[in-house]
């Protein structure tokens, strides 16, 4: 099934983001092989040289390793992959937090509404 892409950003952009939250959630574990340019380009339904595009730029973040006999591996370095992961937790955070303040919340409004709306909230759910 293709991944779902916006046409409002380039999709490279898209995909490095889709892979990164892909790492950092463990959906690719350190150390894992990582699927060839071409398996991620069908799996996503975009030209190989978009995805190629994509995992330069993670190989130039240092989430990926390439390696002439074992292909592109996921990196060990967990510290990498915690930072990375806080960077983004912190931009969606940030984001969430000035929406709330905007629509009239105060502080304590949104943890209660945090509180309150987090069972309502299924994995995989809204987004």
Do not use: H
Not at 11 to 18: A, D, G, M, S
Not at 31 to 42: K, M, Q
Not at 83 to 95: G, L, P
Request: aromatic share 8%; hydrophobic share 35%.
């Amino acid at each position: 099934m293709a991944w779902e892409m916006s046409s409002d950003r380039p999709i490279y952009i898209q995909l490095v983001e889709r892979i990164t939250r892909q790492i950092v959630s463990g959906t690719y574990k350190p150390g894992d092989r990582f699927p060839s340019v071409r398996e991620l380009a069908l799996e996503a339904a975009v030209n190989p040289n978009t995805m190629q595009r994509a995992m330069a730029a993670l190989e130039a973040e240092g989430l990926l390793i390439t390696s002439r006999t074992a292909g592109r591996t996921v990196t060990e370095d967990a510290k990498l992959i915690e930072s990375v992961k806080k960077k983004i937790a912190t931009v969606e955070y940030y984001s969430f937090y000035k929406s709330m303040k905007e629509l009239g919340y105060s502080d304590e409004e949104i943890i209660r509404f945090v509180k309150e709306t987090k069972p309502e909230i299924e994995e995989g759910g809204t987004s």
